[in-house]
């Protein structure tokens, strides 16, 4: 899988092993390395920038899923922190500069965690 940009192209390399996947901008790995069964479920285009969501599993049974932002433009790229409520269930938006994601709280069903990613850390608050 890839997503090819004016900036480069994120990818996923595969291994022989399931879960040691990584992802990589056109020759090497990103850094912070990004290892897991990966998958890019989102991707767009920003005024100045392309975007991609990349959802991680590492095999673990009580946290299946988490998820990491990466944004590509012209002076590099950015790989946000992971982050997520271990749920494949989310919704995606754009707040101006800022990226969205919505998943199911974990321990409260009927609240939602929504994180927010401005560029530089992610915020999460809960909510009915």
């Known amino acids: 899988m890839a997503f090819k940009t004016p900036y480069g192209t994120l990818g996923i390399r595969s291994s022989e092993y399931v879960y040691e996947s990584r992802l990589y901008i056109d020759d090497g790995d990103v850094e912070p390395v990004v290892v897991g069964l990966l998958n890019i479920p989102y991707a767009f285009s920003m005024e100045k920038s392309e975007v991609a969501l990349v959802s991680i599993s590492n095999g673990d049974n009580e946290c299946p899923v988490s998820y990491r932002w990466v944004i590509l433009n012209k002076k590099g790229y950015k790989v946000s922190p992971p982050f997520g409520s271990c749920s494949s269930q989310i919704k995606v938006w754009v707040q101006g500069r800022k990226l969205a994601l919505q998943t199911p709280n974990p321990e409260k069903p ?12 992610v915020k999460k608050r809960t909510r009915p």
């Open 110 to 121: 009927d609240k939602m965690d929504t994180y927010v990613y401005d560029g530089k850390s």
